[in-house]
């Protein structure tokens, strides 16, 4: 019985695989020490492709179909076993076979918060989630870069390789479209699709197609939902209103910190209401002067951000800077970013600063 086994195990005559689960990309089949005869049958089903790789390289793939094996349809495999006038022996070779339905309902996420720069809002962080789909379109390409000889390659060990790719693209796809940060929410259609076309531009090199990428959620930090929904209360096509709105709660909130200068402060605070009443007046006289036919066009308003007491605030004009430069609240030292700054610098490196510091009296010593 035992030499019935041997013999009857010598050759494999029948190849095929059938499919029991839900998340298995590819199998490797069972050669083990057996051989393949010529003339095996190979059965390669729908949403299937068969490789075969002969010592580590990619020989032959076969699409859906029935083949009877033979030197004629494995053209390259019989090159690389050196096969001459349809000589017909036996042969070893590992097969893979690689399933290419579609892989629905796979998760994908945000570990760490993604930073974006708004030009109204400067850096924000933002974390989102959703869940994608994806197939395998090129099986050899597929193997080569993403599987390699793994025997039995699942959906959770190619989506913990693909999350941190999807993160990053969807964050290019994020910054390069263009979309206002308040509107993400009602967005998530048009989010999805940037998407979608930023993974498959990208993907295709790893023998992979999404089929789907839905973003499901966009969230971010309490505080920045509460400055959204304060500018949406605003009109919108007014941003001297946003700046004037931050600046008198930034001002206030420091009028009440007593280690930042006593009475200084509170000068600081007349001023800069003044010179915000200032501008909001001849922000007035401009648009009466638009409307009775002037052309009159305001020179660009420049803004910048200030940390203070470790915190961003603002935007403020350089007329309020001037106020904070006044009651100590803006030194040379304060860090500043404005709209098209890589980065927060000191307030001294900037041009249009300079000039503030020149009327500040040194400190009593």
Do not use: C
């Not at 013999?7 to 998340?23: A, G, P, Q, S, Y």
């Amino acid at each position: 019985m035992g030499l019935f086994d041997k013999l009857k195990n010598e050759f494999i005559d029948i190849i095929d695989w059938v499919d029991n689960t839900n998340d298995t990309i590819v199998w490797k089949f069972p050669r083990y020490q057996n051989e393949i005869k010529m003339g095996a049958k190979l059965t390669v089903r729908e949403s299937q492709i068969a490789v075969f790789m002969n010592e580590g390289k990619i020989a032959d793939v076969f699409q859906p179909g029935m083949y009877t094996l033979s030197t004629e349809n494995t053209p390259l495999l019989a090159t690389l076993k050196g096969w001459k006038y349809g000589f017909n022996s036996p042969f070893k070779a590992d097969i893979f076979f690689i399933s290419t339905r579609q892989f629905i309902d796979q998760k994908w996420g945000t570990k760490n918060p993604i930073t974006l720069s708004d030009p109204r809002f400067g850096f924000i962080e933002l974390r989102s989630f959703g869940s994608f789909a994806f197939r395998v379109t090129d099986g050899a390409k597929f193997i080569k870069e993403i599987a390699g000889t793994d025997e039995n390659f699942t959906t959770e060990e190619v989506t913990e390789q693909l999350r941190s790719m999807i993160v990053t693209k969807f964050t290019d796809a994020v910054g390069e479209g263009n979309i206002p940060v308040e509107k993400f929410a009602a967005n998530m259609d048009e989010l999805s699709k940037l998407g979608h076309e930023k993974l498959n531009a990208d993907f295709t090199e790893y023998g992979l197609t999404i089929t789907k990428f839905l973003v499901e959620n966009v969230s971010m930090p309490e505080e920045l939902k509460k400055e959204i929904f304060n500018y949406s209360r605003l009109n919108a096509i007014d941003m001297n209103k946003l700046a004037q709105f931050n600046t008198a709660n930034a001002i206030g909130d420091a009028a009440k910190n007593q280690g930042l200068g006593g009475a200084g402060v509170g000068m600081g605070v007349g001023m800069g209401m003044g010179n915000m009443m200032t501008n909001m007046f001849n922000n007035q006289n401009a648009n009466q002067n638009n409307n009775n036919g002037n052309n009159v066009v305001p020179p660009p308003i420049v803004q910048f951000h200030v940390v203070v007491n470790g915190a961003q605030a603002g935007p403020f004009s350089l007329q309020q800077l001037q106020a904070m430069a006044a009651s100590g609240q803006l030194t040379k030292a304060s860090l500043v970013w404005k709209a098209g700054m890589p980065n927060w610098l000191a307030a001294e490196t900037q041009a249009e600063l300079v000039s503030l510091f020149n009327n500040v009296p040194p400190p009593i010593s």
